[in-house]
């Protein structure tokens, strides 16, 4: 079955960095585009980055453009997100996504909290 596992969320000072992993299993993963989401307490899940089945094509959030860097590793069916300059307002649970077949697959997500 479709499986997808974060990893990497923490607690990290503003200006800070952190790198998130998802692990992608039970699918053909070159297949697909890939996107990362987040949702903040009290807020609406909000899209923070995807990238294209090769990589070649990556889109962002307003919020987070300049400061984080999606990438994909296709020969370890991983994806991870890469933040820096992290702000308080970017924590949040971070959720790795995929379509498949119009069906909607998430992650169980991993905190990440930026506070001093």
């Known amino acids: 079955q479709v499986q997808l596992m974060e990893l990497g969320g923490g607690l990290v000072q503003p200006g800070g960095s952190l790198r998130l992993f998802c692990v992608a299993s039970?699918?053909?993963?070159?297949?697909?585009?890939m996107t990362w989401y987040r949702r903040a307490p009290g807020q609406e899940r909000e899209l923070v980055a995807s990238i294209s089945n090769s990589g070649g094509s990556t889109n962002w959030a307003d919020s987070v453009k300049g400061r984080f860097t999606i990438s994909r590793d296709n020969a370890k069916n991983t994806v991870s997100l890469q933040m820096n300059s992290l702000k308080p307002e970017d924590t949040a649970v971070y959720y790795c996504?995929?379509?498949?077949?119009?069906?909607?697959?998430w992650g169980q997500g991993t905190q990440v909290t930026v506070s001093s």
């Open positions: 996504y995929v379509r498949i077949l119009g069906r909607d697959f």
């Open positions: 039970g699918f053909t993963f070159n297949n697909l585009a």
